[in-house]
Each structure stands twice: as structure tokens, then as C-alpha cells.
């Protein structure tokens, strides 16, 4: 165990930062010097307070905002002790998301380059899984400088999110409602989204008779599709339906179908309807993608997609992360044109 600190060093090497700061740069300083190593146990409250003359508040706020950086680790009813060396980082930064496919892994890469200096990220899945986000969530309170958490769960999980503390929430993707503080939110606005991209293929829409939707229930952001779909048609009076699936019977010249399923099944099943019935896809059944991937750049030569931008998602994030900042922003969404409509 390390020599306590006195009031006097701590002072003559911190003038100008709050006491508490000045605790936690003093610690690093001594793991910088080797004078503490990994797994040595730093002095116990009661000392510190006898030594330093500080409240034992200010005490835990310096070394939480150890323990945040992943320098410290607190064990329960043992004590505090080093945990890594290694201290060039100044954020630590605990990323959930519901899953990793090609759209959240350019949302990563992002994040991943431009803190890659600055940042330990560590990642995390819940897979829409309540229990395994509840876990993840408890088991890493307290432990990160920020939370960057995608939802995407059937149950309410506020009470959850309010754990943790709000100027280090940053939520991604659903705007969450019930959420206390002041915290920061990059979202998709899906009901926004849609309205406004339709209206921007409106003159390629016009050519159909019909615009189809195929939400199936258990997407979470189905809903809000559907009211900006509806908002949409409604307001131009252009013939509509909802599906919850691809329906054969439904399926004739004329149609033009907007899809947003998780692994672009529909699509899948609209082009091999479309070459059963001998139809073209872009001239007598039309086409609109949820989210650009490679494979529908070139697919049926080429799909038309609205797609949020996960690139701008991340930049924003890393803005919030080191600018301090609180952002609450609707993230922007693209519309590409492509020859399936």
C-alpha cells in the first residue's frame, strides 16, 4: 500500500483545479512514476481523510473519475486498487448497441478513428434482449466517462437509462421518451424521414398505382414509419396499403413497395415475385429500401434507399464526447434514386 499524499504536495501540484481533481492527478502521477503498479491498493478513505483534510465526498468524486477512466477499479468492501497503467487516454467510453451489421459497424469505425487517441471503447450487444441489457447496464454504472447506447427494446427501459448519469447518456438512433436530465440524443426521426423522402420521389412515384408498406410489428420504430407514410399519402392522395408481409395475391403491376425489414428479406422476396410474374422492377413494380449496403447499390442494378447517415451519427457523438457538449439532434437522412423505381 502507497504512501498517503499530504495536503501540501497535493496543493503544489494542482494549483488552479478543484481539490478532487487534484486527488486523481496526483494517483496518475505516482502510476506514471511506478510508484504504484498494477493491483496495488491505494490508501483507504479513513486515511485519505485523516491525511488530506478532505470530506469524505471529495474523496470518492476524485477517485470515481479514476475509476471512470479505467484507471482504478473499486472492489466491493476491499478498497480501491490500480487497474491499468496505461493512462494516455482521456475518455473511456462504454458502447451498447442492439447488433453489429454493416450500418452500425460504419457508425463504429467512425466513432473508432477519430477517439482512437483520445478513447478506450469498449462494445457491447444486447440483441433486443431486456435481461441482457438490464445486466450490461448495472454490472458497468459508474465504471465509463460516457455511455453510448442504441435501445431498440419492446419494454420501457427509462428507468434504466436514468441510472446513469445524464451529461454522460448519449443516446443513438431512438429517441427515447421518459429520460430525466439534461442528456445528449442523436435520433432517427422515422415518422419525418419517410414524409419528407417520399415527397422528394414523388414524380417517380406517380407512375404506380399503388404504394404498399410492409412494417412488420415487432420493428419498434414501425409506428412512426407508418404515421409519416400515412401523413404522405394522405396528403397527396395517392392510393395506399400496409403489410405486415409480402403478400402474393396483393402482388401485381402497378404496385411500388417500401421495405424496412432487418436483413432485407422482403427485398429478397419482391425481386423473386417481380422475375416469377415477369415483371420489371423500376417500370412496373417499384421498389424503396430502408438503408444503403453495397449489395443494393448493384442489386437488380441498383436499389432505391432511404438511409440515415451513421457516418454523421458518429461525427456528432465525438463532437458531444469532446467538445463537452450536450447535442440533441435529429440526424440526417438521405434519399438515393436508383433504377428499381
Known sequence: MTEVPTENTLQKGGQGKMKYQQLADHIMSLIEIDQLHIGDQLPSLKQLQQQLKMSKETLLKGLNELVEKGIVESVYRKGYYVRKKSIHH??????????????????????????????????????????????LIKENLGAYTHYVIATFLKENVASLLNLIPDKKRIIIDLNEKGLSGNYSTIYQDYGYDIYHSLHKLKDELKKYDRLILVAHPEAIHARLVIEGFLHYCTEIQHPYLIQSEIDEKTFQKGNAYVTFSRYDTDDVMLIKLARKKKLKLGKDIGLISY?????????????????????????????AILEDKIITKRNPTKVIKRRSL
Do not use: C, P, W
Request: proline residues 0%.
Open 291 to 319: 438503408n444503403d449496403t453495397l449489395v443494393k447499390e448493384v442489386l437488380e442494378d441498383g436499389i432505391t434507399v432511404i438511409s440515415t447517415d451513421f457516418e454523421a451519427m458518429g461525427k456528432t457523438v465525438v463532437q
Open 90 to 135: 482521456s475518455y473511456r467510453v462504454f458502447l451498447l448497441l442492439d447488433k453489429m451489421n454493416i450500418l452500425r459497424e460504419q457508425f463504429y469505425r467512425t466513432l473508432f478513428n477519430q477517439l482512437e487517441d483520445r478513447a478506450d471503447i469498449d462494445i457491447y450487444f444486447h440483441h433486443h434482449n431486456y435481461q441482457v441489457f438490464e445486466k
